[in-house]
Antibody, heavy 118, light 113 residues
Framework: QVQLVQSGPEVKKPGASVQVSCKTS????????ISWVRQAPGQGLEWMGW????????DYAQNLQGRLTMTTDTSTSTAYMDLRSLRSDDTAVYYC???????????WGQGTLVTVSS | DIVMTQSPDSLAVSLGERATIHCKSS????????????LAWYQQKPGQPPKLLIY???TRESGVPGRFSGSGSGTDFTLTISSLQAEDVAVYYC?????????FGQGTKVEIK
């Protein structure tokens, strides 16, 4: 069965960086793109960007450009999200999500809570 | 970016009654080349990731109960729960995927009256 399993919760200080991993299984990794969506406490869903697992092309939300990098390791079917220069308003649950052709999300990771606090 | 606006922000409906959620996009998400509306609906329960309900504005995802339906075209869309069940208490989001930069509505919280 399709699974997206994310790394565990993180606590970071302002200015630090965080990496969240998303290990996939149950399907051909390079057939679907991976998007990252975050959700601040009690708030709605915010699209962060996506990466083509086929060729590594990326598209990031404008407000995160310069701080965000998405990568994949096709040998382990794992996607990574790196966010730098963390601020308190980056505190959120971060989800990886699978989509076909950049369309809707049909499978989500379980979410990773990233807390940014001094 | 395309702005997605949902209404209402919350609603309370009696068990077995109809719940209707609206989603309006700031520009059309209809593709004339593919003849499809690039809009999806998700359900999110507390502590869980969202779950896909509807894509292409009106196509129900496999396994989603028939009481959930989507309609609309262009800029105006509706998610209808025909007979609300207790397990439908959740927040519902619309999402456009017409542009490569996805955007979501702010969410509509559905509760039991």
């Amino acid at each position: 069965q399709v699974q997206l399993v994310q790394s565990g919760p993180e606590v970071k200080k302002p200015g630090a960086s965080v990496q969240v991993s998303c290990k996939t299984s149950g399907y051909t990794f390079t057939t679907y793109s991976i998007s990252w969506v975050r959700q601040a406490p009690g708030q709605g869903l915010e699209w962060m960007g996506w990466i083509s697992t086929f060729n590594g092309n990326t598209d990031y939300a404008q407000n995160l450009q310069g701080r965000l990098t998405m990568t994949t390791d096709t040998s382990t079917s794992t996607a990574y999200m790196d966010l730098r220069s963390l601020r308190s308003d980056d505190t959120a649950v971060y989800y990886c999500a699978r989509s076909y052709g950049g369309n809707w999300v049909d499978f989500w990771g379980q979410g990773t809570l990233v807390t940014v606090s001094s | 970016d395309i702005v997605m606006t949902q209404s209402p922000d919350s609603l309370a409906v009696s068990l077995g009654e109809r719940a209707t959620i609206h989603c309006k996009s700031s520009q059309s998400v209809f593709s004339t080349s593919h003849k499809k509306n690039y809009l999806a609906w998700y359900q999110q329960k507390p502590g869980q990731p969202p779950k896909l309900l509807i894509y292409w504005a009106s196509t129900r995802e496999s396994g989603v109960p028939g009481r959930f339906s989507g309609s609309g075209s262009g800029t105006d869309f509706t998610l209808t729960i025909s007979s609300l069940q207790a397990e439908d208490v959740a927040v519902y989001y619309c999402q456009q995927y017409d542009s490569t930069s996805w955007t979501f509505g702010q969410g509509t919280k559905v509760e039991i009256k």
